[in-house]
């Protein structure tokens, strides 16, 4: 039995996601074959996957930017938000006015305010986007998604543009977001140590299916130094067909 981890959001009650038999096909190309994928509520989850295998046509889906073809089956739980890996905020609106877009007027800027409290940007709220740093602007991002009180976080590579050191402070804060909404969460990653960091669950992309679905059984914090860690590490970049060597 894996044990419990103190760590993990202490209320998840919304509904599972379950997606079945979905196709997607670009001309003769088909990036995703009958896939099936169950995600539990409250989950973090990690997908990997060699470029092309079809993540982002998933994380797309699942969202609903890219529609399901009709013989596909999705119950995902509503409502959900992305953030990308590019914050795309709007120049011309201030930062609090970017998050709380769509959004109806009344309580508007209250609720901005909490958002961007809860990332650290409280003190950012009146600026123009063109002045926040890479860190700040995705901060903002995942603000405007936390205003909407997602129970489907889906996060597409959204710290691939960061430096090292502001990735491990916004690995830290997306845990920290995670515990607290407890949305069922996905993020797309190239990174395999991202995703042993993050996720209690990596799932990796090949041939349009899932080929292997790997439980990180480690508790929070993790390190790099961990032997459990390197063990995963291994087994996840022989499931991708990288040379052990080169990865070294």
């Given amino acids: ?31 995703l074959d009958a896939l ?4 539990a509520p409250g989950s973090f989850t990690a997908l990997l996957g060699r470029s092309g295998s ?31 890996q590019e914050p795309r905020l709007l120049p011309w609106k201030k ?5 709380v877009l769509g959004l109806p007027s009344a309580g508007a800027r209250r609720r901005a305010a909490q958002a961007l409290t ?7 709220q009146d600026v123009w986007p063109a002045t926040l740093s890479g860190g700040e602007a995705q901060r903002a991002a995942l603000a405007r998604a936390l205003v909407r009180e997602p129970r489907l976080l889906l ?32 993020i797309v990653t190239h ?7 993050l996720a209690d669950r990596v799932l990796v992309l090949d041939g349009g299916r899932i080929a292997a679905d790997i439980a990180v059984d480690l508790p929070r914090p993790r390190a790099h130094a961990d032997a459990g860690f390197a063990a995963l590490r291994r087994r996840l970049l022989t499931e991708l067909g990288v040379d052990q060597q080169e990865a070294a």
């Fill in 95 to 99: 930062v609090w006015q970017n998050v």
């Fill in 54 to 84: 079809g993540k982002t046509t998933l994380l797309r889906t699942l969202a609903g930017l890219d529609e399901a073809p009709h013989e596909a089956r999705l119950d995902l739980p509503r409502p959900a938000a992305v953030v990308f």
């Fill in 191 to 197: 990174d395999v140590d991202e995703a042993v960091l």
């Fill in 155 to 186: 996060l597409d590579e959204p710290f691939a543009a960061l430096d090292a050191l502001t990735r491990i402070r916004m690995h830290a804060l997306v845990l920290d977001l995670w515990r607290h909404h407890g949305p069922t969460t996905l």
């Fill in 118 to 124: 809860e990332v650290g940007l409280d003190h950012r």
């Fill in 1 to 31: 039995m894996r044990p419990m981890d103190m760590h993990a959001p202490a209320f998840a009650t919304h509904d599972p996601l379950r997606v079945r038999n979905l196709t997607r096909r670009f001309g003769e190309n088909t990036v």
């Fill in 36 to 39: 099936n994928l169950d995600l």
